[in-house]
């Protein structure tokens, strides 16, 4: 450690040098800086944080005064705290009281409560973000004008060093992380960890790592496992159980049907795979499984190589089709037996096409480490109703398998090794939670959803897939408000043919038993984009060529789309379904796509001669704000509005939904979104068109009585909201909810709206 007893000086640059060779190594460097300026400058507790640009987080990777350090540490956004702020504005922050400061968040880690004198600044290299230092001084002892003013220069000194020191850092971490990845964590109590839920509900079970960043191929392991199948037999054996897969998931999800799983036939199939695995049993005197392992190796290496999304997934395929090969030819069974015992997945990331294996076991759970869920993901694993959390810690990948965890996403965390205690009270809750869906139900026995005043509302189901569809019924929903055409396109690895669509939509509406079912054209692009369509990659995809902008320029795609939901329509029988267009943005737009839909109608009825043919209504989704000023011309062309709230708030706020470094962005209650809500409803009516919601703010107890004051009179929501949203709504009156709409549309500023929502919510809630 640096020697500090030197004379205190007002200038790093001297003392530099001087800590750079007296630092063994990299973070010890970054402790000596911190030292000089906790000396130099008397305070009693600091740290230094490291901007990752990539991730947009910054990591405490020296602390001085804080006893946890480095046992834990503080990972934040971008933005997040006072030391986040400072990073954001690039600006530094001085405050005397930091717990009265926007923003402040206290870890219980890290506790300053006798410490609230703080100063947090930012280290810029030109405009590039490099981390940020803060220091602390004992509440009441400020810090004076001439202190910062050269704590702010020194730290300039420092930064092009500390700038090195982090590249250095990225580098010694990553081959930690790859030592650390090969050993099992130690757990001797419970474990909690913090996260970021994706779905509903909790789950119990054993762990099991289903991590991509560390190969679980290695021939060390296998090449001894006695060998009681030739590598033919075990072909016939892997073959006839991808068969049996495939129709046990064409029942439950049709949307997946046989082609998850096409590739893994044509790749065991494939002369350099299975014949590379032959010739090193001939050749070289391989034991089959060390053959076997030695070609998956080598094809799910290609794989990953290559750029394309697309063909990385590829190595999934071929490491899945290796496990399923030595299964076959040993009489040893892998870890994967594992999966037939209630389990929680573990995982750095996971493909759609990964959720659909996953759903074919056990699976309670879903814990993913990093990076968070797609938006496809994410809907998926709420459609398999398999609780899902995002935690940012790598070490969980580390966890032994078989290790019992609970996933609680009520409450956002994960436990590891839970006490005895813990897994009595989480008994106690599931039993809590049923006996409250019953009294629900026995309160509402008609099931109907009607306000405290007995006006009727309508609650439609949005489905994923066509599983979702039982849970509607069972929450007695009055039909399919939106379904998401994109599901089968983004299951498979190719194109669906017409055909196979077919099948899927005329299944669903059969699934639907007579209720309304409204068809959502194909909405690729965004943050569900499909790998085999989209070739270049957009700087701004959601921006960019996405949903009725992709559909218009690739006709081909889109005629085939609606000749298959027509088709379904038309087999079935159906005079209640409905066709709607998504990202709508202009006239011009939705008549486009009313006529490529008029000429497939026509090739329909050229099939069909004489028969009448069923015309399903047509509508618009209103998510675009540049409609709203063409939404009477628009109501001209529609038979029904359907408003997305996701993306009108997108791009009404120009908030990324998908970036949580500008999150606290995202209102639903900014004043902009609720007149245009207000706008929207006023132009249906007096339009006559039919108007419903679809987005998430319809399943959102703080709006549902405004959209109810607004007008609407219909929602499509998850069916696992739907109970839910019926018992709220029978809490207020019309006119209770026309003065709570009307009462937000007067306001202008977002925190006057927040505490008039959280009035009218406490009111309602506490009845």
């Not at 970054?30 to 987080?57: A, C, P």
């Not at 474990?191 to 054993?206: C, F, P, T």
């Not at 076959?328 to 990331?349: C, F, G, M, N, W």
């Not at 939705?590 to 090739?603: N, Q």
Request: with cysteine; glycine share 6%; net charge negative.
């Amino acid at each position: 450690m640096f020697d500090f007893t030197l004379t205190k000086q007002k200038n790093a640059q001297p003392l530099l040098k001087e800590i750079i060779s007296q630092s063994n190594g990299t973070q010890a460097f970054l402790q000596n800086v911190l030292e000089y300026f906790v000396n130099t400058y008397s305070v009693v507790k600091g740290s230094i944080f490291i901007y990752d640009n990539v991730t947009r987080e910054f990591t405490q990777k020296a602390a001085y005064g804080f006893p946890m350090f480095p046992k834990a540490r503080i990972i934040l956004k971008i933005g997040e705290g006072i030391i986040g702020r400072s990073l954001a504005e690039r600006r530094t922050i001085y405050t005397e009281s930091a717990a009265s400061m926007r923003g402040y968040i206290r870890h219980h880690n890290f506790p300053d409560d006798d410490t609230q004198t703080y100063l947090a600044v930012p280290l810029l290299q030109g405009k590039e973000r490099v981390g940020a230092i803060l220091l602390l001084r004992p509440t009441g002892e400020p810090f004076l004008a001439e202190e910062i003013s050269s704590i702010r220069e020194n730290a300039n000194d420092v930064v092009s060093a500390i700038q090195n020191a982090s590249a250095l850092i990225s580098i010694e971490s990553a081959k930690r992380d790859i030592e650390k990845g090969m050993r099992p964590l130690e757990i001797t109590g419970e474990l909690s960890y913090r996260g970021s839920s994706v779905s509903h509900g909790w789950g119990i079970g054993v762990a099991h790592i289903f991590a991509r960043k560390y190969s679980r191929l290695t021939s060390a392991q296998l090449s001894t496992a006695k060998t009681v199948r030739s590598i033919d037999e075990a072909i016939e054996l892997v073959e006839k159980k991808l068969k049996e897969s495939t129709e046990a998931l064409n029942e439950r999800l049709p949307e997946a049907a046989s082609l998850i799983f096409e590739s893994s036939a044509m790749i065991m199939r494939d002369d350099n795979f299975l014949g590379k695995i032959k010739a090193l049993i001939s050749d070289k005197d391989y034991s089959t499984p060390k053959a076997i392992v030695e070609v998956g190796n080598e094809f799910i290496k290609l794989f990953e190589a290559s750029e394309d999304e697309y063909m990385q997934e590829k190595a999934r395929d071929v490491e899945d089709l290796t496990l399923q090969l030595l299964e076959a030819v040993s009489e040893e069974t892998p870890e994967y037996s594992i999966l037939t015992r209630p389990h929680i997945i573990i995982a750095d990331k996971l493909l759609p096409s990964d959720i659909l294996r996953i759903a074919q076991g056990n699976v309670k759970g879903i814990a993913l480490i990093a990076g968070g869920a797609t938006a496809h993901v994410s809907l998926l694993v709420r459609s398999l109703d398999i609780p899902t959390i995002i935690v940012k810690e790598l070490d969980l990948l580390r966890i032994p398998n078989g290790q019992e965890i609970i996933i609680d996403c009520a409450n956002d965390y994960l436990y590891v090794n839970p006490s005895e205690e813990r897994r009595y009270n989480f008994e106690l809750r599931s039993q809590a939670q049923k006996l409250d869906e019953s009294n629900i139900t026995a309160n509402n026995p008609a099931n109907e959803t009607v306000t405290l005043d007995g006006e009727r509302i309508t609650l439609m189901a949005n489905i994923n897939l066509i599983a979702d569809v039982q849970n509607a019924r069972k929450a007695n929903f009055d039909g399919i408000g939106l379904y998401r055409t994109e599901f089968p396109f983004i299951m498979r690895q190719s194109l669906p043919t017409e055909a196979e669509q077919v099948k899927i939509y005329t299944r669903l509406i059969q699934e639907a038993n007579g209720k309304p079912v409204t068809f959502r054209t194909l909405d690729a692009g965004g943050d569900k984009v499909l790998p085999y369509l989209y070739k270049t990659k957009e700087e701004n995809p959601a921006m960019g060529l996405r949903s009725m902008r992709f559909t218009l320029r690739y006709t081909n795609i889109m005629d085939q789309q609606l000749r298959a939901i027509l088709r379904a329509i038309q087999y079935t029988g159906c005079k209640n379904a409905s066709i709607m267009f998504p990202m709508i943005s202009s006239v011009e737009e939705m008549i486009a796509a009313k006529e490529r839909l008029w000429g497939c109608v026509d090739s329909i009825q050229a099939e069909l001669g004489d028969k009448e043919l069923i015309i399903p209504n047509i509508g618009t989704m209103v998510e675009i704000p540049a409609i709203l000023a063409v939404l009477d011309k628009i109501a001209e062309e529609s038979d029904f509005f359907s408003i997305g709230t996701n993306d009108l708030i997108q791009y009404t706020l120009g908030v990324d939904r998908t970036n949580d470094s500008v999150a606290s962005y995202y209102l639903p209650h900014h004043p902009a979104i609720l007149r245009s809500l207000k706008t929207i409803a006023d132009v249906a009516k007096s339009k006559g068109v039919h108007v419903s919601v679809c987005g998430e703010m319809g399943r959102d107890p703080r709006y549902i009585p405004f959209f109810i004051g607004i007008g609407l009179r219909c929602f499509s929501i998850e069916a696992i909201q739907i109970t839910r949203a019926r018992e709220l709504i029978s809490r207020f009156t019309i006119k209770q909810c026309e003065e709570y709409a009307n009462d937000l549309l007067s306001l202008s500023l977002t925190s006057e709206i927040e505490n008039r929502i959280d009035e009218f919510t406490d009111k309602i809630f506490s009845n």
